[in-house]
């Protein structure tokens, strides 16, 4: 079993900062990638930001230049430095990784969500 704790959401003015972090615990054998995705109500979850083990990164149009993925997938730790944040960055962030267990295979595993609020 795998588990992704995140911290660090909370209530911001528009034009703040907040940084999420999420740290991977249990039967890891390795991690291929860790990301951040976020949700509003009634919508779909969507990718923000990810890296993976091969050291490319991606990230949404909508955060580009604003936000910035970093970690070390050794480590079994993600960061989500978010500058700059807008109304419409308000969402439930989730962490996600893609790991390899000792007896699962390769799968994606969630943490618990993170809410983040942008007050205008």
């Known amino acids: 079993q795998v588990q992704l704790v995140e911290s660090g959401g909370g209530l911001v003015q528009a034009g703040g900062s907040l940084r999420l972090s999420c740290t991977a615990s249990g039967s890891i054998l390795s991690i291929n990638a860790m990301g951040w995705y976020r949700q509003t109500p009634g919508k779909q979850r969507d990718l923000v930001a990810r890296?993976?083990?091969?050291?490319?990164?991606n990230y949404a149009d909508s955060v580009k230049g604003r936000f910035t993925i970093s970690g070390d997938l050794a480590g079994d730790t993600v960061y989500l430095q978010m500058n700059n944040l807008k109304p419409e960055d308000t969402a439930v962030y989730y962490c996600?990784?893609?790991?390899?267990?000792?007896?699962?295979?390769?799968?994606?595993?969630w943490g618990q969500g993170t809410q983040v609020t942008v007050s205008s």
């Open positions: 996600n990784g893609v790991v390899r267990t000792t007896h699962s295979g390769i799968q994606h595993y």
């Open positions: 890296f993976t083990n091969d050291d490319s990164t």
